[in-house]
């Protein structure tokens, strides 16, 4: 700094001092011009001369900054490169005889240092655990200038011995070629060049992170291009890459995914813990490890590629400066392609998924429009899981749309003990399939259904109540999150032993806005489609949900669809058929409908469905409102899934009350089993038998204490209905 000052104030001078020789010149030659005699010559020479020192005058008034700053002349340069030379040679001088002083102890500490590297290097792993103590060293870097001053003087000291040591290596290579040296990979010698503007720039800043391991190269000049980045900017974009490394390094491989996997490399990672613990206790000593000064087989490159102490730093040139700099970017892009080559490919996205050869699976559930479900448990928890593959076949521009949605909005929504919960997402070996981990849920509710209808059963009305309760709550979360799902419907509907129902199947869900966007109209499976859906709007929100909840409301009552349709209009026509057509007073807007416009409907008498519910003792009237308030033609007049809730059907205030799901009967699970039982495969019941028998063949078979099912055909034949068995 005082160096720049100096030349700085000098460089001040001299061009002070030269513009006044030049003043001095010319009032000079002027007198004289006067006194002599008139002659053209002398006439000339004083015009050219005024001239000159006008502009000089001129330029010294104009450019005074450039002047002080600009490149100087030979001379002015080669003094200052001379004062800078005289100073490295004192500091030299100085260093060497402290040095001897120091050089048995350093010489001790060093063969300790070797002897602990010896110890903690593992063979086999050199690679790896460099890259390690890299990373710490950085850290330490970056540290520096918190560490007490004890610390860096003993950095310090051992230094200037490597220092030294390295000097009487320079004069042993002081016979080579420039030709060697460079195909050694030093640096090529050019011309000395400063720039002081520049260096006061450098020296503004704080050099406290600089690694204390670099050695001088007195012999190198190089030119300065570039001082714009400084090595504290170089040495943040390391660290920051080095910390990316170390978690690239973790047990992820082109076979294994699992975060759970136990395999050779968490060895590596007790290995780093140890290290890591060494760096805690005692910085110094991880520093001199990886210090390869210390090392035998150290290479030239070595040596140009250490980072300077801060001191030292303001000691060089711009010129050695910057051969710092490339040095250290050059290895770093170096140091990156060999970690990069060592990785495993891998799908970023992906990555951490564990892989489903984890699960075993137990059996096939079922197959639907988007993915294969299968049961299976986890081979480390023995954890029952439900396991949906993801269709990826019918998907040719990469990852289907429909999984990841599915993905997103389940990972979004199922916190809800209403919404089937998601575990994890998982890979196929190939990585060419996936598969979403749910919590199982034993039944589906369109089996359910079709299995109390078969046998006869229905829900009573304290179970329907828990059950559109529940349903309701878990729209509701859903809606709240700005979700639609799109495609309720009773198989997407399941139900636990324990009676609690679960919203599946997120396939078509998506997230709504508002204002609202654009969407398509073909959604939500055709008996459970609102009206508006199939009008062909295309702006809609939550009702077209609460629309499919009226419809699978009704289903649990009459366990079978509400409006079966075999097309849109057939299924629009039965709708109307039941609620009524609609005309502008109960639907504002209906008429505006690409569909309505597009159709001519038969005007039905308005809401046919009370009679069926009421009539056939389906609902109470409580009951029927609440049916009536979720099967409303006007999508802005429809319950809302809170409105809905709050629904006094559901209050204490009459009974039925909803009962509590642990009180819910329990059925043979279908997805339990690769198949439902067919009904025929019932076991048989021998003791109805006698029913069927007639009176006289009973007496008979008592007699002999003979059961129906041991009389085999051909003595005589019994009697009986073979298809009630
Ligand atoms: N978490 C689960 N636990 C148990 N069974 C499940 C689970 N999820 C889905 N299933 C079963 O798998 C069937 C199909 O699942 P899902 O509805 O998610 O697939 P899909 O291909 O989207 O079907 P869809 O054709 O209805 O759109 C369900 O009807 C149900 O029987």
Known sequence: ???????????????????????????????????????????????????????????????????????????????????????????????????????????????????????????????????????????????????????????????????????????????????????????????RHTNNQEEAKLFDRGFSVLDPNYKTKEKEVLVVEDVEMSPIEILEEKDEKEIVEVIIDSPVGPKKYSKFESDPESDHDEQGKVESENDDEDDDVVEVLDDPLNSDDESDDDKYNRTPEDRE????????????????????????????????????????????????????????????????????????????????????????????????????????????????????????????????????????????????????????????????????????????????????????????????????????????????????????????????????????????????MAEFILLKPLFPGRGELEQIKKIFMELGTPTEAIWPGVTELDGWKALTFEKYPYNQLRKKFLAGRLLNDTGFKLLNGLLTLDPKNRFSASQALDHEWFTFREEPYPVPPEEFPTFPAKSEQNKAPPPAAKPKQPENRMAHVDPETAKLLKQFEVRPEQVKPGGFSLKFDPTRF
Request: proline share 3%; hydrophobic share 25%.
């Open 313 to 552: 730093w303001e000691d060089m040139t711009e010129a050695e400066q910057r051969l710092h700099r490339e040095a250290m970017k050059k290895r770093h892009a170096v140091r990156q392609k060999a970690l990069i080559s060592q990785l495993p490919v891998f799908y970023p996205g992906l990555m951490g998924c564990r892989n489903i050869d984890e699960y075993e699976c137990v059996n096939r559930v079922d197959e639907g429009t988007f993915g294969v479900v299968y049961r299976g448990k986890d081979k480390r928890t023995d954890e029952i899981v439900a396991l949906k593959r993801l269709k990826m076949e019918k998907e040719k521009e990469g990852f289907p749309i429909t999984a990841l949605r599915e993905i997103n909005m389940l990972l979004k929504a199922g916190n809800h003990p209403n919404i089937v919960n998601v575990k994890e997402i998982l890979l196929g070996s190939n990585m060419d399939k996936i598969y979403m981990a749910m919590e199982f849920v034993e039944h589906d509710m369109k089996s359910l259904l079709d299995t109390m209808s078969r046998r006869n059963k229905r829900f009573s009305i304290g179970e329907q109540k828990t059950l559109m309760s529940q349903l309701l709550s878990g729209i509701e979360h859903m809606h709240k999150l700005w979700i639609l799902h799109r495609d309720l419907k009773t198989s997407n509907l399941l139900m636990s032993h324990t009676g609690v129902l679960k919203i599946a199947d997120f396939g078509l869900a998506r997230e709504y806005g508002d204002p609202l966007r654009k969407f398509t109209s073909i959604v939500v499976t055709l008996w459970y489609r609102s009206p508006e859906l199939l009008l062909g709007t295309r702006l809609y929100s939550t009702p077209v949900d609460m629309w499919s909840v009226g419809c699978i």
């Open 1 to 191: 700094m005082s160096d720049h000052k100096e030349s700085s104030h000098d460089e001040g001078e001299l061009s002070d001092e030269s513009h006044k020789r030049s003043n001095r010149a010319s009032s000079s030659e002027e007198a004289k011009s006067t006194s002599s005699s008139k002659g053209l010559e002398s006439k000339m020479r004083e015009s050219i001369l005024s001239r000159l020192s006008k502009r000089k005058q001129s330029e010294s008034d104009d450019d005074t900054t450039e002047q002080r700053f600009s490149i100087q002349p030979k001379d002015a340069q080669k003094a200052k490169e001379e004062r800078y030379r005289e100073k490295e040679r004192e500091r030299r001088k100085e260093r060497e005889h402290r040095d001897d002083r120091r050089g048995e102890r350093e010489v001790e500490t060093r063969q300790k240092d070797r002897d602990f590297k010896g110890r903690h290097e593992k063979p086999g792993r050199d690679v790896k655990s460099h890259e390690h103590r890299h990373h710490h060293h950085r850290k330490h870097e970056g540290d520096q200038h918190r560490r007490p001053e004890r610390d860096r003087s003993s950095d310090r000291d051992a230094d200037k011995h490597r220092r030294r040591e390295d000097r009487n290596k320079d004069r042993h290579r002081k016979s080579r070629t420039p030709d060697e040296d460079q195909l050694k990979g030093s640096p090529i010698k050019k011309p």
